[in-house]
């Protein structure tokens, strides 16, 4: 089985100050790691993935994220937060045979303030 | 080209009424899996259609759901009867093969009063 918990329901910030939003997930089989974005009134789109290879993953707007496997993590990060990135933010897994069976975490309203 | 396109937006139904969902996924794309987020909690996977076959409906929570897809185009997912605890974001994703990026469509906010 897997699940994936963020650990912050919601994250104020000023506007240019960094960000960090926490994934850990559990699973019992090898698993894909994802991030995807909601902006208000949008569909879910995709910030970045992990599939293999280097940890350190570069996504769209200048987010990244760390892939940890001894912690079983996958933090996401921004150096300088923009009003824009003002959104919700979603952690999923999937297990690796099958590749768009998505398991989500209960996601992270990131809030920019001016 | 389009995106995934969801009808419609919002519905507000009463308990014990029919509703029906619509997915049109991007052309071409063979794969059509449903989602839905319950009560502000995690985003759920319901199922996955490959053309018109399920291949994987794991998720569909009880038999007052019924996915269909037709023809392996656009998708519909009816409920019948609706109950209270069915509101919620119906999400629907679609990709060309299901090793491929799926994309999400805006979602369809359904209330039951």
């Known amino acids: 089985a897997q699940s994936v918990t963020q650990l912050d329901s919601q994250v104020p910030v000023f506007e240019e100050a960094p960000v960090e939003l926490r994934c850990n997930y559990s699973s019992s089989v090898s698993v894909y790691l994802f991030w995807y974005v909601q902006y208000p009134n949008q569909g879910l789109q995709l910030l970045l993935k992990?599939?293999?290879?280097?940890?350190l993953v570069k996504g769209i707007n200048g987010f990244e994220a760390e892939f940890n496997k001894s912690q079983t993590s996958f933090h996401l990060r921004k150096p300088s937060v923009h009003i824009s990135d003002t959104a919700e933010y979603f952690c999923?897994?999937?297990?690796?045979?099958?590749?768009?069976?998505?398991?989500f975490g209960s996601g992270t309203k990131l809030n920019v303030k001016p | 080209e389009a995106g995934v396109t969801q009808f419609p937006s919002h519905s507000v139904i009463e308990k014990g009424q029919t509703v029906t969902l619509r997915c049109d996924p991007i052309s071409g794309h063979d794969n059509l899996y449903w989602y839905r987020r319950v009560m502000g909690k995690e985003i759920k996977f319901l199922l996955h259609?490959?053309?018109?076959?399920?291949?994987?409906e794991s998720g569909m929570p009880n038999n007052r759901f019924l996915a269909e897809r037709t023809g392996g185009t656009y998708s519909t997912l009816k409920v019948q009867p609706a109950e209270l605890e069915d509101s919620g974001v119906y999400f629907c994703?679609?990709?060309?093969?299901?090793?491929?990026?799926?994309?999400f469509g805006q979602g369809t906010r359904l209330t039951v009063v």
């Open positions: 259609f490959v053309k018109e076959s399920k291949q994987d």
């Open positions: 994703a679609s990709s060309e093969q299901a090793n491929t990026e799926a994309f």
């Open positions: 999923a897994v999937s297990p690796t045979y099958n590749f768009n069976k998505f398991y």
């Open positions: 992990y599939l293999s290879g280097s940890t």
